[in-house]
């Protein structure tokens, strides 16, 4: 009898004895699933094919296909980049934020902007009414953005903004406010998210059609790919799709669909794989179910590997990696008894190192309730170097590969990845699919599920529908000053009033000449514009009359 | 046989984040309710527009980005200033407990917070049915 068989055999045995306690003492549930409703074992066992297809399944650490990591020493070499997303009323403010964030050991920038500046309208915008510096900060102009940036070196921290519409807008700030410190573009590190399908899909802040949008992404590729070589170009979010209450395998799937869709896109305005491939970087969510999550990560870089490989031909080792952001899931935090949130947040912080995060932002436990506090915020960063100083997992490399639940787990959403990668393919791709409405209609169908378990006492949200107090209001939420915007909007005159209008003009004239013309690149005329301190609501309103504005297909 | 309740619900502001809202429509819709969604990132006065032209009972109002206590009253008072006040007027989103008391104030009859069930919800319709259907 060959080790296989033997351990059948024994396997047999023991099912038999486990029924006759089931018969005496059943199990909690008639069926156990992950989060996102995969079966669940009752416990994973050695397959016939383990070891076998080990090359070419697993790999080893910096291996294609990189199921293991991206790096041959992961963080035994270096540990992630802490990196807590941040922003919010004014510049001023903001950058104290900053200051504060970096005293405390973080090691690298997120800025979040408010809603006018990530839909490209100035503060004094009818549209802006009630939102100005809410969610994130305001920027209106390059005067902002030194501002916001002030005593901070530019060519010594690696700086993520959130923005996506009008991500060359923002990059263009960046890169002037360098400047003017004397940094030159070839230092800077970082990335902008600059991810317009999933704007479609799930978070909202879209700007133009589909069409231009993409043109503006493939011009930051190509122009990055020279001046700025070490920015990541694009961050391709599944973090907002399983927020908007996706499952796991929706999350990678329409992410990658969405790296495909930039991809085919970038080959189609001439770009070489390897000039651009090597600079996309993704991003996803941590949520609760952690043994999912982890074979999650891991079966979103197998798929991305052989996407790049197989697909696109991909030569540079750099191409085939999947590099990724992370973020504990904000959709899991409750208004109630918000110090549980910590202990959420813990577990979804193991569950992003254990799937080989290159950099993690952790939510903090008042956020179901305002924008953090400072106290919550530092908890936020220490669970974090908990976690990387204490509990050891950053010390092995993916030291759950190998284990049957996650093998098994990881084998099952690559397999469940791959089917709706031939489906979105089979409909023309990903700006098809979201025309037509499919990911958000799958997506809201998950969503929905999952609420009405909620609701049903089925699944179980500690303290919100099982094991809750009675509590009082919380205490020293953050509030933003609701005068805000009319300081943001006396700065925005000044800096109208003391610049050249003829500079002015002139510089946006030549990005409406440029917008008509999509083999001109958009990206150093944009940047000039911004240098003569154009805001970014008239650059964006130049785009806006040349490339017209999206309207949402709704979905109910 | 009794008049179907129309409900309006509505996303002002500019943020994006409707699965709170997309929850609500459709499970008001199983419960029996006549629900349009208007998607996100509608002014105070389109959604007015929708609730008149869709002559409906109700407009629940979802923001989850703080501007709350800006526009959540700018729908109420443009619906009074087109004669449409006896439509009721009910919100929901990150709303901190210390600005619900102003909301009402402002005309906002109930605000529903994270982990509301929508038993609830049905509960505030049905608490005004008889008002709404005698307008």
Redesign the interface.
Same mark, same amino acid.
């Given at each position: 009898m060959s080790d296989y068989q033997t351990i059948r055999e024994a396997v047999r045995q023991w099912e038999s004895n486990v029924d006759k306690v089931l018969q005496r003492f059943p199990e909690r549930k008639p069926q156990f699933c992950t989060g996102s409703g995969i079966p669940l074992e009752c416990v994973y066992l050695p397959t016939e094919q383990a070891s076998e297809h080990y090359l070419d399944k697993l790999g080893f650490p910096g291996d294609y296909p990189y199921t293991r990591g991206v790096q041959p020493t992961m963080y035994r070499g270096r540990l992630w980049t802490m990196r807590q997303y941040a922003g919010f009323g004014t510049a001023e403010e903001s950058n104290a934020r900053y200051k504060y964030l970096l005293s405390q050991g973080q090691t690298g920038l997120s800025v979040a902007f408010d809603?006018?500046t990530?839909?490209g309208y100035d503060s004094d915008d009818p549209?802006?009414?009630?939102?100005v510096g809410?969610?994130g900060v305001a920027i209106d102009t390059l005067g902002d953005m030194e501002i916001l940036f002030d005593g901070i070196p530019l060519d010594q921290v690696s700086t993520s903004m959130t923005i996506n519409a009008p991500a060359a807008v923002l990059l263009a700030f960046y890169i002037a406010v360098a400047e003017k410190q004397g940094v030159s573009k070839d230092k800077l590190r970082g990335t902008i998210q600059n991810d317009i399908l999933k704007?479609y899909i799930?978070?909202?802040?879209y700007i133009f059609p589909p069409k231009p949008s993409i043109r503006l992404i493939t011009d930051i590729f190509a122009f990055c790919s020279i001046e700025v070589p070490n920015w990541n170009t694009i961050s391709i979010s599944g973090y907002h799709i399983r927020?908007?209450?996706s499952t796991a395998v929706q999350e990678v799937a329409f992410t990658l669909a969405d790296g495909i869709e930039y991809v085919k896109a970038a080959l189609a305005a001439g770009l070489d794989i390897d000039d651009f491939a090597g600079r996309l970087s993704f991003f996803f969510n941590s949520h609760n179910d952690l043994l999912e999550e982890v074979a999650k990560f891991r079966a979103a870089r197998r798929v991305w590997a052989r996407v790049m490989q197989e697909k696109f031909h991909a030569r540079n080792p750099k191409s085939l990696m999947l590099r990724f952001h992370t973020q504990t899931a904000g959709?899991t935090l409750?208004?109630?008894q918000p110090d549980n949130n910590i202990v959420r947040v813990a577990i979804q912080t193991l569950a992003a190192v254990l799937g080989g995060t290159q950099s993690l932002h952790t939510n903090s436990r008042d956020e179901?309730?305002?924008?953090p506090s400072e106290e919550s915020v530092r908890i936020a960063l220490r669970t974090q170097q908990i976690v990387a100083y204490e509990s050891g997992v950053a010390d092995t490399i993916d030291p759950l590969g190998g284990s049957y639940a996650i093998e098994a787990l990881t084998d099952r959403i690559e397999e469940e990845t791959w089917a709706y990668l031939d489906k979105i393919e089979s409909v023309g791709g990903m700006v098809h699919a979201i025309e037509a409405g499919y990911p958000q209609k799958e997506i809201?169908d998950a969503?929905?599920a999952v609420?009405?378990q909620i609701?049903a006492g089925e699944r179980v949200?500690v303290g919100?529908n099982k094991f809750t107090v009675k509590e009082d209001?919380?205490k020293g939420?953050l509030?933003?000053d609701?005068r805000l915007r009319q300081v943001q909007i006396e700065k925005l005159q000044q800096v109208r009033a003391g610049r050249s209008a003829a500079e002015l003009e002139k510089s946006l004239h030549e990005l409406q000449t440029a917008a008509r013309d999509s083999s001109q690149n958009l990206l150093p005329v944009i940047l000039q514009a911004v240098q003569n301190y154009a805001t970014l609501g008239e650059i964006c309103n130049v785009l806006r009359q040349e490339f017209g504005e999206y309207r949402?297909s709704?979905v109910? | 046989m009794e008049r179907k309740i129309r409900i309006l619900i509505a996303k002002p502001?500019?943020?994006? %984040?409707?699965?709170g809202a997309?929850?609500i429509?459709?499970?008001l819709?199983d419960a029996g309710y006549e629900v349009i969604?208007?998607?996100?990132?509608q002014?105070p006065e389109s959604i007015v527009r929708t609730a008149l032209q869709e002559d409906v009972d109700f407009v629940g109002l979802s923001l989850l980005?703080?501007? %709350?206590?800006?526009?959540f009253p700018?729908v109420v008072d443009e619906l009074q200033r087109q004669g449409a006040q006896d439509v009721v007027v009910f919100g929901g989103g990150?709303i901190?407990?210390?600005d619900i008391a102003y909301l009402r104030d402002k005309g906002v009859e109930a605000v529903f917070?994270?982990?509301t069930?929508?038993?609830a919800v049905i509960d505030f319709i049905e608490a005004n049915r008889e008002r709404v259907v005698s307008r």
């Open positions: 809603l006018p990530q839909i549209h802006s009414v009630g939102e809410k969610v704007e799930a978070r909202g802040t927020e908007a209450g959709s409750t208004a109630q179901a309730l305002s924008l809201q969503a929905y609420q009405k609701e949200v919100v209001a919380p939420l509030r933003v609701p949402e709704i109910l | 502001g500019l943020d994006g %984040h409707d699965r997309k929850y429509a459709r499970a819709k969604y208007t998607g996100i990132r002014s980005s703080g501007a %709350h206590n800006e526009l700018a990150v901190p407990d210390s917070t994270p982990g069930s929508i038993s």
